[in-house]
């Protein structure tokens, strides 16, 4: 398997555009999350879905963020309007709950993000 | 109060020592605990889980968990200066959500 994909590795973008993050998960893991990670804050959960359903949203910073799972194998992480206080280092990770009874949660390689 | 506190060292260890990575939680009902690794610039992998209070060991690597003190730390023995990371620790709550602290950098020192 080719485990958690994530896509862009690095984006730079201005303040007040739009951003969009992708990520597939491994094949068959019914759960994923987002997460966001600061030097200051360290690695914070965002939001995570099971089943294609978001279930906790509370770590979603404000209405600027959104995300959405479509389907099994694909889901986005939206930031509009950006700010450079979102910079930061965007993880999607998943896992199988019925895989493991301990639900270990494999993360991808993570989208750096820059807004200037 | 946080979720889940650690040291963030940085902690520097010689080559062969142990190394002690320490983690307090906030809720005690908490029951699923976990250590993870990051390199630097790289994303976390799980190394070690725990369930119950006690020891549980693999290879180098020991986790001990206290729920009466929510205290849960990882030691690594002879340290070596591949292990040079920061360790996460992290902590399933009872409303079945994962809190990470910040991490506790490690060097080991050839």
């Known amino acids: 398997d080719a485990g958690v994909i994530q896509s862009p590795r690095h984006e730079v973008t201005e303040m007040g555009q739009e951003v969009t993050l992708r990520c597939k998960p491994i094949s068959g893991h019914n759960s994923l999350f987002w997460y966001r990670q600061t030097m200051m804050r360290g690695l914070e959960l965002l939001i995570y879905f099971n089943n294609n359903v978001p279930i906790d949203d509370s770590g979603m910073p404000e209405d600027r963020f959104s995300a959405k799972m479509p389907n099994a194998s694909f889901s986005t992480l939206k930031i509009q309007p950006s700010e450079p206080r979102d910079s930061a280092v965007y993880f999607c990770?998943?896992?199988?709950?019925?895989?493991?009874?301990?639900?270990?949660?494999?993360f991808g390689p993570g989208t750096r993000l820059t807004v200037l | 109060q946080k979720e889940v506190e650690q040291n963030s060292g940085p902690l520097s260890v010689p080559e062969g020592a142990i190394a002690s990575l320490n983690c307090t939680y906030s809720d005690r009902g908490s029951q699923s605990f976990f250590w993870y690794r990051q390199y630097s610039g790289k994303s976390p992998e799980l190394i070690m889980f725990i369930y119950s209070n006690g020891d549980k060991e693999d290879g180098r690597f020991t986790a001990q968990l206290n729920k009466a003190s929510q205290y849960v730390s990882l030691l690594i023995r002879d340290s070596q200066p591949s292990d040079s990371a920061t360790y996460l620790c992290a902590v399933k709550n009872t409303g079945n959500q994962f809190y990470f602290g910040t991490g506790t950098s490690l060097t080991v020192i050839p």
């Open positions: 990770a998943s896992s199988d709950p019925l895989a493991a009874s301990y639900n270990e949660q494999f």
